[in-house]
């Protein structure tokens, strides 16, 4: 039976697992779908020596990133992006040859452009982790400006703090790339001024558990657009299927 499996920690509400199996159920795939929970990236080279042959890996966070530094090739798509949500593995002489790929790109692009407007021009990225990064890549493509915003300030970032009326008016897409508001801490949001957004702005929220995040409602309150990751997670899931099971090897 084919084997493939997703990386991260903690894993207790992720998506893909039930995702893959009712996809195979549905689909009549002679596959599974296993969760390896680890609390350092390091586990893996344990993992594959226990599960040889696996096909392929989802990873989430936290280590998007760490990741990287145990794959022997790495498509342009993670490269820019700086981060790994999808791995294909293939076998040589029984040893793995891990190529890493960034689906959460493809799934953000095509998820978001049918809310984007003509006055859509600049986003602020709250969050500076993998899952952001690839964001930021999206909308580079998308010739959309953008800046990230975190609890530090430096020359890349700014802090949330130092949000006001102003830049709200000149950023009208908010992505939240940080897990407040995720299940089951649905009360936590980011520390934003919401009272400055308006119908002109839009919400996406890379949660999917509540459908409604905090984030998302205090966006609507005010007459945003909002939207939650599930599309985005469905797109990126169908795309490193896709990659798993390509003729590409390494």
């Known amino acids: 039976m084919r084997t493939f499996g997703l990386i991260g920690y903690p ?13 195979f159920e549905k689909e009549g795939i002679d596959a599974r779908y296993l969760n390896f929970e680890m609390a350092n990236i390091d586990e893996l080279p344990a993992v594959l020596n226990h599960h040889a042959y696996i096909a392929g890996f989802s990873v989430t966070i936290p ?27 293939t076998w040589e002489n029984k040893k793995p040859k891990l190529k ?48 990230f915003v975190s609890r530090t300030k430096s020359d890349e970032h700014l802090p949330y703090s130092e949000l006001n009326e102003s830049i709200l008016s000149e950023y009208t897409i908010l992505v939240n790339c940080t897990p407040l508001g995720m299940f089951p801490n649905v009360n936590e949001c980011p520390d934003i001024p919401y009272g400055f957004a308006s119908d002109k702005h839009l919400f996406y929220d890379l949660t999917y558990n509540p459908a409604t995040t905090l984030f998302m409602q205090k966006g609507i309150d005010q007459g945003a657009t909002a939207k939650n990751g599930l599309e985005m997670l469905h797109l990126q899931a169908e795309a490193a299927w896709k990659i798993w099971n390509s003729t590409d090897t390494i």
């Open 11 to 23: 894993l207790a509400q992720s998506f893909s697992q039930k995702y893959f199996t009712e996809k």
């Open 63 to 89: 280590h998007k990133e760490h990741v990287l530094k145990y794959l022997d090739e790495i498509d342009e798509t993670a490269q820019k992006a700086g981060a790994c949500n999808a791995i294909k593995v």
């Open 100 to 147: 890493g790929y960034n689906t959460d790109l493809i799934g953000f692009k095509e998820s978001i452009k049918p809310l984007l407007q003509s006055h859509h021009k600049k986003a602020l990225i709250l969050g500076t982790g993998g899952a952001a990064k690839a964001i930021a890549e999206a909308f580079r493509s998308m010739d959309i400006d953008f800046r």
